[in-house]
């Protein structure tokens, strides 16, 4: 089977459109709102979810034939939490700052739900290579929720974007004054809404 | 080969015993290998903290490593408590470290203080309080500045520097954070607790006073007891 078959390319594709887990599964949610007021904690974040799925993913996939059936849940959890202990630890020691902001939602991945829906539903049945696709894929669809949310909050809330100021002076001499709605967890749900709205309207297509 | 039935009871327990020896071994192997990164890093954001609250911000690691060392001229712990001497523009500036609680977790802090004993910068930290609201003790810069300047004891060496709702005297109150009631008044309660003993350091009066006495270790705090207790008998004597 060829690396980037017709088949793998969905496995790919589909979460970043049609099976995407936030748009359409609405999974991830809690982190997705936690850590969104700026956009560099929001990105870090991601690529976090994104490397974690994925690496989750290919080792579960490897073992899947020998995951007694009756414990598959505490096995997959296991090797979760082990990924999750490592990426934190490797945060704390080369960003330390971003550690910082992320603070309780880095261990939290373990219980994000993208992560054990994967391995439940796509890595227990399927090859390696496919299920490194689809973890990439399903990671890069919640990355990219996170960096758009993200980016809004930032701009609106603080007038810059990761951590450089966008909004010129005069605008702030004239009046402007920066929303700060926007840095509380409650606009991200609002921003998810509208995110979640325009892609249904815009981009989903029924299969 | 023969087909391993994975659903028996001794394959269940030996599988989940390898696993979880083959993970214990990595993560130990991983918590080695990084620690000595990680302790860098916390040390650097210690003394970050530090400087924040000498009013020197936005500094990188190596600049900020260096204004440190040549700010920061001594370190001393007194029960617990962190001292730093440090020297600004040719100011000798105390900085002392706190520790208190706020709404959800533990919250800590620097305030550095002149020789009038009156803050000279603050600079608060806090584990796990709301964003936006207990958070803003350390994110908002315009509320740690509402510090500088205040007094912080008065004659009897009891500490007046509080956090309130409703500022009456602009002298010593600071106005608490919008919306972050308990918070603030776990900002107030650790500077009222943190700073009580260090009022000896800074009135001058409590040293004669109690030279002689049972108690003379600790309002000559830190300082050489018999130094500053025999310059304070020979004035007597000399009286």
Known sequence: ?207 | MSKLNTNSNAYIIIYSAILVVIVAFLLAFVYQALKPMQDANVALDVKKQILYSLNIRGLDGSEAEAKYAEVVKEEKEQDGQKYYACQIDGKDIIVASLKGMGLWGGISGYISIDDEGKVYGAYFNHESETAGLGAEIKDSQAWQEKFIGKQIWDENGNVVLSVVKDVKDPKTQVDCVTGATLTSNGVDAMIKAGLQDAAKRFLNTSNSDCCGTEEADSCCNGDDKAKCCSETEIKAKED
Not at chain 1, 22 to 29: N, Y
Request: charged share 10%.
């Open chain 1, 1 to 207: 089977m060829a690396l980037f078959s017709k088949q793998n390319k969905e496995v790919f594709t589909n979460p970043l459109n049609l099976d995407h887990p936030i748009l359409g599964q609405v999974l991830g949610i809690c982190s997705a709102l936690a850590v969104t007021s700026q956009l560099k904690p929001a990105i870090v974040m991601g690529l976090a979810v994104t490397v974690i799925t994925a690496f989750a993913n290919v080792i579960i996939s490897i073992i899947r034939n020998t995951i007694p059936n009756r414990i598959r849940i505490v096995v997959q959890l296991v090797v979760v939490a082990a990924l999750v202990t490592i990426v934190s630890q490797i945060l704390k020691a080369f960003a330390y700052d971003v550690s910082v902001q992320l603070s309780v939602y880095v261990g939290l991945i373990i219980t994000n739900c993208i992560l054990m829906g994967r391995l439940e539903a796509f890595a227990m049945q399927n090859k390696p290579w496919p299920s490194f696709l689809d973890g990439v894929g399903n990671g890069l669809g919640y990355a990219m929720i996170l960096v758009i949310v993200g980016a809004v909050r930032e701009l609106l809330g603080r007038g810059t974007l990761l951590g450089f100021q966008i909004i010129p002076d005069f605008c702030y001499d004239l009046g402007y004054v920066n929303n700060g709605m926007m840095t509380m967890p409650a606009m991200a749900l609002i921003l998810v809404g509208c995110v979640i709205w325009v892609h249904r309207a815009y981009f989903y297509k029924e299969k």
